[in-house]
């Protein structure tokens, strides 16, 4: 029997006690540690999970030498993903990390870099990617033929009071949560990003200091165009998570309105694929139990799991090259 991985949790904040459950629920896995930039917070998420005895500190590099994990998973804030994941490659460990991969574009290149130099594995957990409604969407447009348009509505009010980082974000909804349908739109076509043309606003009511609101079209691979409309202050006629899509090809039309949504298609000789539904725990978070299997499974076999940093690292471009042509009100290579 294989020896389960020992992993090291880093961040506790909201994602954080989620994933030290998943690394404690796995078979292939064993949590040995958790690291947060508050050392009491740390230890109160360890008590949390009933493991008292668990090693927790706010020194990364103290908990790496004391420790000796096989792998890090990242959930501290974006802006200190840079330094955790290199800290982590640098010592040998393979990396799961929240999304963004990055802050910036520059630290994403440095973090691949580093990886590259380790023979590391580092993945980025899109979780999005794992839900078995847009597989079946994905596996429906698959049959369109060459696609022309691909769109996505994303209408939600998201408030959160309390969040000073969100809500005095300079882009919040293009760099914080865009990311997911800009991953979806990849995920579902298999086209690569070659060019943004994006207008980013605030609405006179939004309670955000930056740009809640954007509208762009991206010129993909194979001439593709994928058209992204998204409100975060936006009341009324709320979308899933996961927005509202329809895909325009050759033989015909497929739409998926998203979250708990079956896809539907009209279109020559297409049978819209019915999504493989299975009962979700509500105190999990839907996607990290697949991407943890699937980093894993990558690690064990080298296969090449969905997030991969290598390819991930596109779907991060597309957000900062819709927030560059925002800027200068120009179009933009990604």
């Given at each position: ?5 020992r992993g ?5 904040g909201?994602?954080?006690?989620y994933?030290?459950r ?6 292939d ?10 050392a ?6 360890a ?8 090693p927790t ?6 908990m790496?030498a ?15 993903h ?10 040998g460990l393979?990396?799961l990390?929240?999304?963004p991969?990055?802050a ?7 973090m691949?870099e580093?990886a ?5 594995l ?23 033929g060459?696609l ?10 998201h408030r959160?009071?309390d ?13 914080d ?12 076509t298999?086209?690569?990003?070659i060019?943004?043309?994006c ?5 006179p ?5 930056g ?11 194979d001439?593709l ?17 996961t927005?509202?899509w329809r ?13 708990g ?14 999504p493989?539904?299975?009962?979700r ?7 990290l ?7 894993v499974a ?5 296969s090449?799991?969905?997030g991969?940093c290598?390819d991930?690292?596109r779907?991060l471009?597309m ?7 925002a800027?200068?009100?120009v179009?933009v290579d990604v």
């Open positions: 029997m294989t020896a389960p991985l090291l949790l880093a961040g506790v909201l994602l954080g006690p994933w030290g998943e690394l404690i629920e796995s078979p896995t064993e949590l040995v540690g958790v690291v947060d930039i508050d009491e917070r740390a230890r109160a998420a008590d949390d999970l009933g493991l008292d005895g668990l500190g706010a020194s990364l590099e103290q790496l004391e420790q000796r994990p096989d792998f890090l998973v990242n959930v501290t804030p974006p802006a200190a840079h330094d955790v994941t290199i800290a982590a490659l640098e010592q393979d990396v990390s929240e999304k991969l990055a910036s574009l520059p630290e994403a290149h440095a691949i580093a590259d130099r380790a023979g590391r580092f993945m980025v957990s899109q979780n999005r990617r794992y839900m078995p409604e847009l597989v079946a969407f994905r596996d429906t447009v698959a049959q369109l060459p022309s348009t691909l769109t996505c509505e994303f209408h939600i009010a959160v009071p969040s000073r980082f969100l809500n005095s974000f300079p882009q919040p909804l293009l760099l949560m865009a990311i997911h349908l800009f991953d979806g739109a990849r995920a579902i298999g086209a690569d990003p060019s943004v043309y207008d980013s606003y605030n609405p009511w939004s309670w955000y200091s740009p809640a609101a954007a509208h762009a079209v991206f010129r993909m691979s001439e165009r994928f058209a992204f409309t998204g409100n975060w202050a936006g009341d009324g006629f709320r979308t899933s998570w927005g509202i895909a325009v090809g050759e033989r015909g039309s497929a739409t998926w309105e998203g979250d949504a079956a896809p539907r298609a009209e279109a020559d000789g297409v049978t819209a694929v019915v493989r539904m299975a009962p725990d509500p105190e999990r978070f839907h996607g139990e697949d991407a943890l299997a699937d980093f990558a690690v064990r076999t080298g090449v799991p969905a991969e290598h991930n690292i779907s471009a957000c900062h090259a819709a927030v560059e042509s800027r200068l009100s179009p």
